[in-house]
């Protein structure tokens, strides 16, 4: 396996790795609900969510998690 590909690997299982979870999923509440409120509280508030909304209000969550999870990850390898 070529380094770039150990790379990616060693991220995509980094993403599940419990040392790095616990910062990574609160930087995640935090920055989620930061983003879900920008795009969908207006339509939270009034009730007209929709399937797609919810979707992508998951999203909002999920980014910030991996992102996060990224830096950990690289960080780690950088030492």
Same mark, same amino acid.
């Given at each position: 396996?070529?380094? /770039? /590909? #150990?790379?990616?690997?060693?991220?995509?299982?980094?993403?599940?790795?419990? /040392?790095?979870?616990?910062?990574?999923?609160k930087v995640? $509440? &935090? &920055?989620g609900t *930061? *983003?879900?409120? &920008?795009n969908h509280?207006?339509?939270?508030?009034?009730? /007209?969510?929709? #399937?797609?909304?919810? +979707? #992508? %209000? $998951? +999203?909002?969550? $999920? +980014?910030?998690?991996? &992102?996060? +999870?990224?830096?950990?990850?690289?960080? %780690? $390898?950088?030492?």
């Amino acid at each position: 396996m070529n380094a /770039k /590909k #150990s790379v990616v690997w060693g991220y995509l299982l980094a993403l599940s790795d419990r /040392k790095l979870m616990p910062t990574a999923i609160k930087v995640s $509440l &935090v &920055v989620g609900t *930061i *983003i879900f409120t &920008v795009n969908h509280g207006y339509a939270l508030y009034n009730g /007209k969510m929709t #399937s797609q909304r919810w +979707i #992508s %209000g $998951l +999203i909002s969550y $999920l +980014i910030p998690y991996a &992102v996060n +999870i990224h830096g950990q990850y690289i960080s %780690g $390898l950088r030492k």
